[in-house]
């Protein structure tokens, strides 16, 4: 019978833990990242990185700036935010600038099997 | 009669159930925070974010959409801007960022420019069209440029090929702000000690204008003096003008002053001119002939 109860204090301890770790103390401001932005944030991150790559035709900086966002390929990234921009709304302007990077991007560094039909 | 005992083992197993759980939450699996908004990131993530703002308005000029983007920060948007470009010229960061920043910076300070300086964007129609094969894509690595683009070449203007079709809700934006024309290098107009003016002393006063007289931000000034130098911009106090620029001299160095790139430098600035044992100030205004 004690260590039943002893058990199930434990279990009781780690319960209040969780509950105060996961759920009313949020991570330190430090760890949020560009990676837990919104989709929509993202979505105009990448914009912006489309826009300043008009600006300065610098592909290793554009890949350096989505490198931010995710561990994955900076193509994919831009290629996502192709689909995106049209659920979103966008402009045919921005889904011009984005595509242009893409096609920037897949000249740079193309994803592998490439990425057309 | 036997002594009650105390329940010692249910508070030993309570504290190292929570320390388990603790562990656990915090270290081992520590919560993914997701959706968030901008204003969240981390200082340093915050200040990619903002320099993003600032180059992207470089391509585009479009303030309100820039002024929206820093609202996301929820932060003084002025300031910030003129306090990240100073840290990153103090830290040797890239001057064309620091340049970036310092002309949002200035464009936020001015935002009312007169109608006839605006100039349309070429593909300002009013209907928001999305290109009907978007929908249908997927993101994978056959997604199909040529669907959601229709002047797919490596252009710095692509819009220039945009089909009637292609919509643009962009505000029509200055596309010229004033900024140092290439071949027109700034000259040393007037350099002269500063004796009276409040705040000045110790100070190196600079004011960049174009030729027409008009303060110019975003040029880069260099300062010189034997065994050092320095740069920084103009644009980065808005509020006193958007050509100005300072510098905190050291007494007993003389300094040289260069504007701009072919720029002419201007010499023998000290804080000693104002008579020796007084504290005097320094001015020069840089204009292009």
Redesign the interface.
Known sequence: M?WV??????????????V????L???A??????A????D?KT??V???A??Y????DIVAAAR?LA?LSNQAPL?LV??A??N???L?????D???L??L???L?AWAP??????? | MSERRRPYYLITGLVLGLLLGMLYARAINPPVLVNLTPGRLNPVDQDQYRLMIALAFQADSDLGRAIARLDLLGDNPLADLASQAQRMLAGGGSMEDARALALLAQALAQPSIPVATLEPSPTETPSPTITPELPTLTPSPTLDLAAVVHSPTLSRTPLQGASPTGAATYTPRPTNTPQPTAGAPFLPVESKAVCDVPGAAGRLLVEVQDAAGTPVAGVRIVVSWPGGQDEFFTGLHPQIDDGYADFSMSEGVIYSIRAGEGGQATAGISTSGCGAGVLGGWSVLFQQP
């Open positions: 004690r109860a002893f058990i199930a204090s434990i279990l009781l301890g780690i319960t209040i833990s969780l105060i770790g996961w759920m103390i949020p991570p401001a430090d760890q949020v990242t560009p837990a932005l919104r989709a944030y105009d991150y914009l912006m990185a826009e300043a008009q600006n300065d035709a700036r931010l994919y290629q996502e192709i689909l921009a049209g659920q709304g966008y402009t045919q302007q889904v011009d600038w595509a242009v893409a096609q920037a897949e994803l592998p099997g490439g990425s057309t039909p």
